[in-house]
């Protein structure tokens, strides 16, 4: 090829790449032909990773922290350094973060959601145990005087009491995690961080509508959710007194 | 343990708090026969509730004994005592996450009963704490009075059938009324089901009211008298324990003997005043003080009248 | 587009996090795979359009050629692509060379001349282990520019010629400011004007309403493609040097030799600043995908089978 030669030397030649539809090419507010022309291949996907990262970080957090919790109840000591660790995790930029992480565990989902589940422990630990602790001391020494074990406390009395505050922290994590989990797009092109750093980059006003409003969307249905589930769970603490 | 009461014996019991150099409780001997209530009364920190606590063990103690029924607490499971003692305290501790329901059928459902005993045991017990079972079953404590409460809380107690209740103040935080009702409501509950019952309470008035024997603690836990409300108030151990009952303890006396033990005069002229027999003396010599009558009529339960008693003659006796 | 690095910001991050020895159990618990024997091709990109596209070019002409390829886009800034870069997460990426000494390699002063500017790096990269590639034909620098009215008014060429502009506004991204403001009084005279940050407002859109009279901008933005907008000249560089130049692993040369990095250099030689504005305009304008563009650019110039 003779051609390529030459060309390598001079002016490369520029093809054409096609044009955006007008409203695209003015950046209008919304553009509804790009939503549907990208609605399969970039937002939906954005959108169900998104979720994933959110989920996944959320139980795994919850699970980790719950534990933790359990046994600061059960030993005092463990607290202060459970707390001091989370505390420290929670205050360590999420860019930081992911240079300590990326040598090890790599550009992948695992490294962000390390860094997601890290971020969680905080609010979850301490609601947890603060909802364990802030069972009155009347009904713990009732409790104790019918002759509940330990563990029937615990399993019976002082986790079901603490169910509100868990579902506090629950909720505050699953918001702030919903808006943390879009820094994952700085380590892997995954969830809705993905376009919506794209899109703040380009200005390109439809993209940020769609992505930004999907996670909004998405942390008001979660929190929704959650206090639904909440209702169901705990009928006592709606309980008001009747007439 | 379930079902028949059973006899408490303390002996000889101390117990000193870990860096207290006082015991809270000193050498307390005494003995509540199965099916009576006694009462504890004393002064703030003469050791009341670490007494009581000492019986389920919710206290551990090192001198001296208590049995239940001839069986040394230190002998029995811990939990399996605790389970076979109702417990009731003064801010009653109703689990706010169950309903009433199941707040009653705690112990039951520790001791594995089945669910159709449970829930027919439940609403017997609402019964008996006249709550009416259909009302009241679903509610969460959050939705009960005060007094609704200690009502849930007296039943949950007795739940299982226990022999021995204690129970720490349990009327101390309700209104004077709400009190005096459920006061004369444990005693036709203690009619119906006869426990050996430790009644905690700083109210003088309350033990006599309750009590078939009353223990007078003084500070550092020392028993100062053990001994039936009568003759407590009749022969009071020393000065503190005529101190400790009060300067009014012949009017209180009257408050142990009604109008049917007096020999009655026979009727003379018109007189308003009525009261049925089973009325005690003090409350029977409160009604002519207020209303500046200087005798008043005995009635039968036909309001059929009986004979009269005279302001005198109450004076004379409550001397 | 912003290109600009957070770096104090980073920096003092990144000694908290090393001080968390905790945490580095955590991570170590989650330690990958042994390394393989061969190094493999991963092309990694950073996080925005351009590099999407360079990325791509890079990508697809290796595969075309025969090779296998991974990709990793959208890494979030220059220190955390350069961690990926060392621990071998990627092994080819393309990176601008005054960034490459300012930023990986916390250079203060620059080297006068492109080439120079290009040796440095090399030599620095080639210490520890990548090495630099042909660069390309453009850059992709700070540029002030502005409206062809305004640069007729006041006659304005170069940088200098801003002294004579009364009442002087410029944008730019916030942290220009701090870092060019003193350096344009220095060398060309330029103070006392008025700094506006740029936020959420592209720097053409209020060069275009008159809100400022002009825009630090980046030399390969598409509406600098029309004769719209004057770039206004920078006679003693003192925004320093951007070509472009792929940072490869050297394990990929010892590896591949020619073949590879003649593939790769086919490519960088194409890229003219035309060129570049043009993929721009497709990718953020026109929102076409960066991969299309890269493929159609690719099979025009003979570097892949149509
Ligand atoms: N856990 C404890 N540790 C140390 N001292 C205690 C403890 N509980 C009670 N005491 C002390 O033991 C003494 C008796 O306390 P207790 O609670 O039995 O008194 P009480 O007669 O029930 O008083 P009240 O009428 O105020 O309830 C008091 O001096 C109290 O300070
Ligand atoms: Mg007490």
Same mark, same amino acid.
């Given at each position: ?89 929670? +205050? ?15 550009? +992948? ?26 069972? !009155? ?57 993905? !376009? ?48 | ?25 000193? @050498? ?6 199965? /099916? ?12 009341? &509730?670490?007494?009581?606590? %000492? ?5 551990? $103690?090192?001198?001296?004994?208590? &049995? ?7 002998? %029995? ?17 109703? $689990? ?21 005993? &449970?829930?027919?045991?439940? *609403?017997?017990? %609402? @019964? %008996? ?23 849930? /809380? ?16 349990? $009327? ?23 426990? &050996? ?41 020393? *000065?503190?324990?005529?101190? $400790? ?32 027999? @089973? ?27 009986? /004979? ?12 | ?39 493999? #091709? #991963? ?37 955390? #692509? ?118 959420? #407002? ?105």
């Amino acid at each position: 090829m003779s051609g390529g030669l030459l060309l390598a030397q001079g002016e490369p030649i520029i093809p054409d790449f096609g044009e955006g539809s007008d409203c695209v090419v003015e950046n209008r507010f919304f553009c509804p032909d790009w939503v549907r022309d990208n609605w399969a291949g970039v937002i939906q996907p954005a959108l169900l990773q998104h979720v994933k990262l959110v989920v996944i970080a959320v139980a795994i957090g919850f699970v980790l922290s719950f534990a933790a919790a359990l046994v600061a109840h059960r030993y005092r000591l463990v607290e202060a350094p459970f707390t001091a660790f989370s505390a420290v995790v929670y +205050t360590i930029p999420s860019l930081a973060l992911f240079q300590l992480l990326v040598p090890v565990t790599g550009l +992948t989902v695992t490294t962000v959601e390390i860094a997601l589940v890290g971020y969680t422990l905080l609010i979850l630990f301490r609601n947890t145990l603060e909802g364990l602790r802030s069972v !009155p001391p009347d009904v713990l020494e009732a409790a104790r005087g019918m002759g509940y074990t330990r563990g029937q406390t615990l399993w019976r009395v002082e986790l079901p009491l603490a169910v509100p505050a868990m579902f506090a922290g629950l909720r505050v994590a699953v918001v702030s995690t919903i808006a943390l989990a879009t820094v994952a797009a700085l380590v892997i092109p995954y969830g809705l961080g993905y !376009p919506i750093f794209l899109a703040l980059r380009e200005a390109f006003k439809t993209e940020i509508v769609v992505a930004g409003g999907l996670a909004v969307l998405m942390a008001l249905v979660a929190d929704a959710l959650l206090v639904a589930a909440q209702r169901a769970l705990t009928p006592w603490a709606s309980a008001r007194r009747l007439a | 343990m379930s079902g028949a009461a059973a006899e408490i014996v303390f002996d000889r019991v101390t117990k000193r708090y870990p860096g207290r150099a006082e015991a809270a409780v000193s @050498d307390l001997s005494l003995t509540v026969p199965a /099916g009576e209530i006694c009462c504890l009364v004393g002064p703030s920190g003469a050791g009341k &509730t670490t007494a009581m606590k %000492l019986v389920n063990r919710l206290i551990d $103690f090192e001198e001296g004994d208590i &049995t239940i029924g001839g069986e040394s607490v230190r002998s %029995l499971d811990l939990t399996e005592l605790r389970r076979g003692i109702g417990y009731v305290i003064q801010q009653v501790g109703l $689990f706010p996450h169950m309903t009433v329901a199941e707040n009653i059928s705690t112990v039951p459902r520790l001791r594995g009963w089945e669910k159709g005993r &449970t829930r027919l045991r439940v *609403d017997e017990l %609402l @019964d %008996l704490v006249d709550l009416p079972a259909e009302d009241y079953r679903a509610r969460f404590p959050s939705q009960l009075s005060g007094g609704e409460r200690q009502r849930v /809380g007296l039943a949950r107690a007795l739940a299982a059938d226990p022999p021995a209740m204690l129970m720490d103040e349990p $009327f101390g935080a309700l209104d004077p009324i709400t009190r005096a009702r459920l006061q004369h409501e444990l005693l036709r509950i203690q009619g119906a089901v006869r426990k &050996t019952i430790i009644f905690v309470t700083h109210d003088i008035d309350e033990a006599i009211l309750l009590a078939d024997r009353i223990a007078i603690l003084r500070e550092g836990g020392v028993l100062a008298q053990y001994d039936t409300p009568a003759r407590i108030l009749e022969h009071p151990a020393d *000065d503190f324990v005529e101190r $400790f009952i009060g300067s009014d303890r012949g009017i209180k006396l009257l408050s142990l003997r009604r109008l049917d033990e007096l020999e009655l005069a026979p009727l003379d002229g018109a007189i308003d005043l009525r009261a049925s027999g @089973d009325t005690t003396m003090r409350d029977a010599l409160s009604q002519m003080i207020t209303h500046g009558s200087r005798s008043l009529v005995v009635v039968d339960s036909e309001g059929q009248p009986r /004979g009269v008693v005279t302001l005198d003659a109450l004076a004379a006796l409550a001397e | 587009m912003i290109r600009k690095h957070n770096r104090r910001a980073a920096k003092a991050a990144y000694s908290v996090a090393l001080g968390v020895a905790l945490l580095l159990g955590l991570s170590a618990a989650a330690a990958p795979a042994a390394p393989q024997q061969s190094t493999p #091709i #991963i092309v990694g990109a950073k996080n925005f359009p351009e590099q999407y596209i360079l990325g791509q070019l890079y990508r697809q002409a290796l595969v075309a050629a025969g090779f296998k390829v991974g990709y990793k886009e959208n890494i979030g800034s220059t220190e955390l #692509i350069d961690t990926a870069l060392k621990s071998r997460q990627i092994t080819l990426y393309p990176e601008y060379t005054g960034v490459m000494l300012s930023v990986t390699f916390k250079r203060k002063s620059l080297p006068k001349t492109p080439q120079a500017t290009y040796s440095l790096a090399k030599q620095l990269y080639e210490r520890r282990g990548q090495t630099l590639l042909a660069r390309t034909p453009f850059q992709d620098r700070d540029v002030i520019a502005v409206t062809r009215a305004t640069a007729k008014r006041y006659n304005l060429k170069t940088l200098s010629d801003l002294k004579r502009v009364p009442n002087l506004s410029i944008a730019g991204f916030p942290e220009w400011n701090t870092r060019w403001r003193g350096q344009i009084g220095r060398q060309y005279g330029v103070k006392g004007f008025k700094f506006v940050p740029l936020a959420g #407002i592209s720097a053409y859109q209020l060069l275009d309403q008159g809100d400022v009279l002009a825009a630090d901008v980046f030399t390969t933005d598409p509406p600098l493609l029309g004769s719209k907008y004057v770039q206004l000249r920078d006679p003693k560089n003192m925004f320093g040097f951007q070509h472009v130049a792929p940072v490869v692993d050297q394990r990929l040369v010892q590896q591949y030799g020619t073949r590879f990095t003649s593939t790769i250099n086919k490519v960088t030689r194409l890229l003219t600043v035309k060129a570049m504005q043009a993929m721009n305009k497709a990718v953020i304008v026109d929102q076409r995908p960066a991969a299309r563009v890269a493929d159609a650019f690719l099979k025009a110039n003979g570097l892949k089978k149509k």
